[in-house]
């Protein structure tokens, strides 16, 4: 009898820690589904562009940056994390997004950036 529940309670143990390592262990897929924002450049300066969504080119072009900021229906510098060939200010961009803060405007690192046009 004593033995009988020493296997019982060691099958639980056993059932309990596997759906513990199964639950917590990271998922490794490659997600392509990752956060994307598509906007036009508005600025460029080294390794960071900053990308708007909902102003125009013309506008980008008379107004500073603080007034496109707040014109725009949402803004974001990015630091890019590889060169992007013939990136110019006012090319319409996709940028995949690894991290972003919620600042305004908002803060964050490119892993992908694609010119659109």
């Excluded at 019982?8 to 997600?31: E, H, R, W």
């Excluded at 007034?67 to 200010?89: G, H, R």
């Amino acid at each position: 009898m004593q033995m009988k529940k020493k296997l019982v309670i060691s099958v639980i143990l056993i059932t309990v820690l596997a759906s513990f390592i199964v639950g917590c262990s990271k998922d490794t897929t490659n997600n392509e589904d990752k956060t994307t924002m598509e906007g036009i450049v508005a600025k460029i300066k080294d390794n960071q562009i900053l990308v708007v969504e909902g102003v125009t080119n013309e506008e980008i072009k008379v107004l500073a940056e603080e007034d496109m900021i707040k014109k725009a229906q949402s803004a974001a510098y990015f630091e890019l994390k590889q060169e992007v060939k013939n990136l110019k200010i006012g090319n319409k961009v996709k940028v995949w997004i690894e991290s972003l803060d919620t600042s305004n405007p908002a803060y964050g690192i490119s892993s992908k950036v694609e010119i659109l046009n």
